[in-house]
């Protein structure tokens, strides 16, 4: 994709045959070996961020990971409710898209989520995968409506979100690297681990294998947003970095999501070096 705001990135997921402990440490020998993605950068701006935050993506054929690395030297978090509005704290995100709807999971420093999925509109109509489905009943369910953010409006228009729907068999973990909120000593940061199986991404495969076949696109935005700044004090307005500039402060741009195409190829066989291309 080639606009003002350039191209987005794009990633090669690679198998992994190693299991992987869901416990936020990231010990496993693959996160050493699979590639990372290059530091987050400012949301509108393009700008390196304050903090070399990062993320790494690998798959087996039940589960697709997700590693986070967010440096902070004063971890913050507030929110310990399910679904409490965790981009109020320091966070990192991650969505998913398919051609019509989209995942939205949000995870805080205590391990707090929030999670979404967003569906067009425009797309509630008769012989769409999502009409009529109860689950998917604007009457019924907690919903949130959304067009776009911070002045923002994306050409497709309103999207429903439906709170009620959590990713099935979603796992996840954060560990700390220091003391969350605690301003006399200096933290090392939090990291992250998420499982999402594969059996989870059916309303969103439009179609594609699952797990991936070889050289599957899937649109994948990681993402972390610090309403707290490296002094651990408030920031007078959030500070949002992401794996592509969005131009905007809106994480919701399935367009700017990083292109991440699936190899069967195992991370244990591979160079990390040779395989991740950003702009």
Same mark, same amino acid.
Request: hydrophobic share 40%; glycine share 8%.
């Given at each position: 994709?080639?606009?003002?705001?350039?191209?987005?990135?794009?990633?090669?997921?690679?198998?992994?045959?190693?299991?992987?402990?869901?416990?936020?440490?990231?010990?496993?020998?693959?996160?050493?070996?699979?590639?990372?993605?290059?530091?987050?950068?400012?949301?509108?701006?393009?700008?390196?961020?304050?903090?070399?935050?990062?993320?790494?993506?690998?798959?087996?054929?039940?589960?697709?990971?997700?590693?986070?690395?967010?440096?902070?030297?004063?971890?913050?978090?507030?929110?310990?409710?399910?679904?409490?509005?965790?981009?109020?704290?320091?966070?990192?995100?991650?969505?998913?898209?398919?051609?019509?709807?989209?995942?939205?999971?949000?995870?805080?420093?205590?391990?707090?989520?929030?999670?979404?999925?967003?569906?067009?509109?425009?797309?509630?109509?008769?012989?769409?995968?999502?009409?009529?489905?109860?689950?998917?009943?604007?009457?019924?369910?907690?919903?949130?409506?959304?067009?776009?953010?911070?002045?923002?409006?994306?050409?497709?228009?309103?999207?429903?979100?439906?709170?009620?729907?959590?990713?099935?068999?979603?796992?996840?973990?954060?560990?700390?690297?220091?003391?969350?909120?605690?301003?006399?000593?200096?933290?090392?940061?939090?990291?992250?681990?998420?499982?999402?199986?594969?059996?989870?991404?059916?309303?969103?495969? /439009? +179609?594609?294998? &699952? @797990?991936?076949? =070889? %050289?599957?696109? !899937?649109?994948?935005?990681?993402?972390?947003?610090?309403?707290?700044?490296? /002094? +651990?004090?408030? &920031? @007078?307005?959030? =500070? %949002?970095?992401? !794996?592509?500039?969005?131009?905007?402060?809106?994480?919701?741009?399935?367009?700017?999501?990083?292109?991440?195409?699936?190899?069967?190829?195992?991370?244990?066989?591979?160079?990390?070096?040779?395989?991740?291309?950003?702009?």
């Amino acid at each position: 994709m080639t606009d003002e705001l350039g191209k987005v990135a794009r990633y090669t997921c690679f198998r992994t045959n190693e299991p992987i402990r869901i416990d936020g440490r990231l010990e496993e020998r693959v996160w050493k070996q699979a590639p990372w993605s290059t530091p987050f950068v400012d949301i509108v701006t393009g700008e390196p961020a304050f903090f070399p935050t990062r993320c790494c993506l690998v798959w087996d054929d039940i589960h697709l990971y997700i590693a986070f690395d967010v440096p902070e030297p004063h971890v913050r978090a507030t929110l310990t409710e399910r679904d409490s509005p965790i981009y109020n704290d320091n966070d990192v995100e991650v969505f998913i898209a398919g051609r019509d709807a989209y995942y939205e999971f949000e995870v805080n420093a205590f391990g707090t989520i929030y999670e979404v999925l967003w569906i067009g509109k425009d797309t509630f109509r008769p012989g769409s995968p999502y009409f009529g489905r109860p689950e998917f009943d604007p009457n019924t369910r907690r919903t949130m409506t959304l067009a776009g953010v911070g002045g923002y409006i994306h050409p497709r228009g309103e999207r429903w979100g439906f709170l009620d729907w959590d990713f099935p068999g979603l796992r996840w973990a954060v560990h700390v690297d220091g003391t969350v909120n605690k301003d006399d000593d200096v933290d090392r940061g939090w990291t992250v681990e998420i499982a999402l199986p594969w059996t989870g991404f059916r309303d969103l495969a /439009d +179609g594609r294998s &699952l @797990p991936p076949s =070889a %050289g599957d696109l !899937w649109l994948i935005d990681c993402l972390c947003f610090q309403d707290f700044g490296p /002094d +651990g004090a408030r &920031l @007078p307005s959030v =500070a %949002g970095w992401t !794996w592509n500039r969005h131009g905007h402060m809106d994480s919701h741009i399935p367009e700017r999501f990083t292109e991440v195409v699936f190899s069967r190829l195992d991370v244990e066989a591979v160079s990390a070096r040779q395989v991740v291309s950003s702009w």
